[in-house]
């Protein structure tokens, strides 16, 4: 994404706050692809034959972002970071329910890995993952959220440290921490 763009959607993202609907007209377009790129990743690595698409996913996703009136939109980092929030939250209920509704059976838990951010083709265990980063944000908030920009949102070190105002030192350190303590978490559940 050009520096054009990228200042383009902070400024749409700071009219939109300031209650111009216009902006969100303008903004849609620009945070399409990305959006999609990022649905894409999360329902790849989500079994196969998943009831939730990848278009069902980002509708979801818009309608829930647009009725976000509380938010503050800061940048583009900030609203990237609460899309994959939101993506996450929204993977989250679908397998709850599917699992309800199979009443917990043939739920298996994978580890997380150092591949699991690179290969997008493995199936996580969506809740145990879940369940293991809310436990980290119990422990640490920051470092819960670099996993959900990084890990779910696809955020560069760089956009990760400026959405969330801390270094790139800092983030890379609490991307490498993170990773290392869910590693263990999920490794001691599947034990």
Same mark, same amino acid.
């Given at each position: ?18 209650? !111009?609907?216009?902006?969100? !007209? ?6 399409? =692809? ?32 647009? !009725? ?8 583009? =980092?900030?609203? %990237? ?11 989250? !209920?679908? =397998?709850?329910?599917?699992? %309800? ?42 470092? $819960? ?15 990760? =440290?400026? $959405? ?28």
């Amino acid at each position: 994404m050009s520096a054009t763009s990228t200042h383009e959607i902070t400024r749409l993202l700071l009219s939109w706050n300031d209650g !111009d609907q216009m902006a969100l !007209d303008k903004l849609v377009p620009l945070v399409e =692809a990305e959006l999609r790129r990022l649905a894409r990743t999360y329902m790849n690595r989500e079994r196969a034959g998943h009831t939730l698409q990848t278009t069902a996913l980002i509708n979801e996703a818009y309608v829930r972002l647009i !009725d976000s009136h509380s938010v503050q939109w800061q940048s583009r =980092a900030h609203f %990237y970071g609460i899309a994959a929030q939101v993506m996450r939250r929204i993977l989250v !209920d679908s =397998a709850r329910k599917r699992n %309800y509704r199979k009443r917990g059976g043939g739920s298996h838990q994978i580890t997380f890995n150092e591949t699991l951010a690179i290969t997008p083709a493995e199936d996580p265990n969506v809740l145990a993952l879940d369940e293991a980063l809310n436990e980290l944000a119990r422990i640490d908030e920051r470092k $819960a959220r670099v996993v959900e920009m990084r890990f779910f949102g696809g955020l560069s070190e760089k956009e990760t =440290a400026v $959405a969330l105002s801390v270094s790139p030192e800092t983030a890379r350190r609490d991307w490498r921490l993170a990773k290392s303590w869910l590693l263990r978490q999920l490794s001691q559940e599947s034990a």
